[in-house]
T-cell receptor
Framework: AQKITQTQPGMFVQEKEAVTLDCTYD???????LFWYKQPSSGEMIFLIYQGSYDQQNATEGRYSLNFQKARKSANLVISASQLGDSAMYFC????????FGAGTRLTVKP | GAGVSQSPRYKVAKRGQDVALRCDPISGHVSLFWYQQALGQGPEFLTY????????KSGLPSDRFFAERPEGSVSTLKIQRTQQEDSAVYLC?????????????FGPGTRLTVL
C-alpha cells in the first residue's frame, strides 16, 4: 500500500513567489519522522527539513517550512521567495523503521 | 572526504552477471540505508543496517539481492544474475544515530545498466 502520496507531478511558480508542495502519508504508528528532500538534475539527494510526529511546532529551515497537520496526516512543504535554483524534484519521505519516499513533485521556477 | 561515497559511479552489466556496489558512509554514522531509484521515480527502500546488524531487509526485491556491512562501516550491495529490470540508480545513505530522527546523508549513487 502506498504510504506517501504526492499528488502534484509538476508545479510551476514565479520567481520570488511562495509555493506549497503537497504530501500526505499513511501510518498507524504514533512515532514517525517526516522528511523533505530536493533532487536537482545532477541526481544528488539534498536534505531540506525534518518533522517529528511528536513535535508541537511546525519545522522551519530558512526559506523552507513544513505545514504539519497530524490529524489530516499531511506534511506539506512551503518554499518562500522561490529562486531559479529551486527548480528540481522534491520528495517527501516518512521513516518508521524503514524509510518510504513519495513519487516526487517536479518544481519549475519561472523567471 | 567528508560525505558518503559510492563506487563505482556507473556500472554496465550483461544480463546474468553478478555485480557488487560499494558504499562508504560518513565515519561514525550508525545507520546505513540502501535504496533503488528507477528513472522518474522516488527512491525505493531496500534495506537498513544499524552498525553491522541488518535490521530490515523487507525492501529487497528478490533473493538475488544481498547486502552486508560486516564491520559496521563499509557496506556492499550484491546483485546476482542481474536482470534488465535491475537497471536503476542505487543510492546509499547514512545517518549519525539509530533513531527515527536524523538527517540521512546520501551518496551520489551508482547507475546500473543491465543489457
Amino acid at each position: 500500500a502506498q504510504k506517501i502520496t504526492q499528488t502534484q507531478p509538476g508545479m510551476f511558480v514565479q520567481e520570488k513567489e511562495a509555493v506549497t508542495l503537497d504530501c500526505t502519508y499513511d501510518t498507524s504508528d504514533p512515532s514517525y519522522g517526516l522528511f523533505w528532500y530536493k533532487q536537482p538534475s545532477s541526481g544528488e539527494m539534498i536534505f531540506l527539513i525534518y518533522q517529528g510526529s511528536y513535535d508541537q511546532q511546525n519545522a522551519t529551515e530558512g526559506r523552507y517550512s513544513l505545514n504539519f497537520q497530524k490529524a489530516r496526516k499531511s506534511a506539506n512543504l512551503v518554499i518562500s521567495a522561490s529562486q531559479l535554483g529551486d527548480s528540481a524534484m522534491y520528495f517527501c519521505a516518512m521513516r518508521e523503521n524503514d524509510m518510504r519516499f513519495g513519487a516526487g513533485t517536479r518544481l519549475t521556477v519561472k523567471p | 572526504g567528508a560525505g558518503v561515497s559510492q563506487s563505482p559511479r556507473y556500472k554496465v552489466a550483461k544480463r546474468g552477471q553478478d555485480v557488487a556496489l560499494r558504499c562508504d558512509p560518513i565515519s561514525g554514522h550508525v545507520s546505513l540505508f540502501w535504496y533503488q531509484q528507477a528513472l522518474g521515480q522516488g527512491p525505493e527502500f531496500l534495506t537498513y543496517f544499524q552498525n553491522e546488524a541488518q535490521l530490515d531487509k523487507s525492501g529487497l526485491p528478490s533473493d538475488r539481492f544481498f547486502a552486508e556491512r560486516p564491520e559496521g562501516s563499509v557496506s556492499t550491495l550484491k546483485i546476482q544474475r542481474t536482470q534488465q529490470e535491475d537497471s536503476a540508480v542505487y543510492l546509499c545513505a547514512s545517518s549519525l544515530g539509530g533513531g527515527l530522527a536524523g538527517e540521512q546523508f546520501f551518496g551520489p549513487g551508482t547507475r546500473l545498466t543491465v543489457l
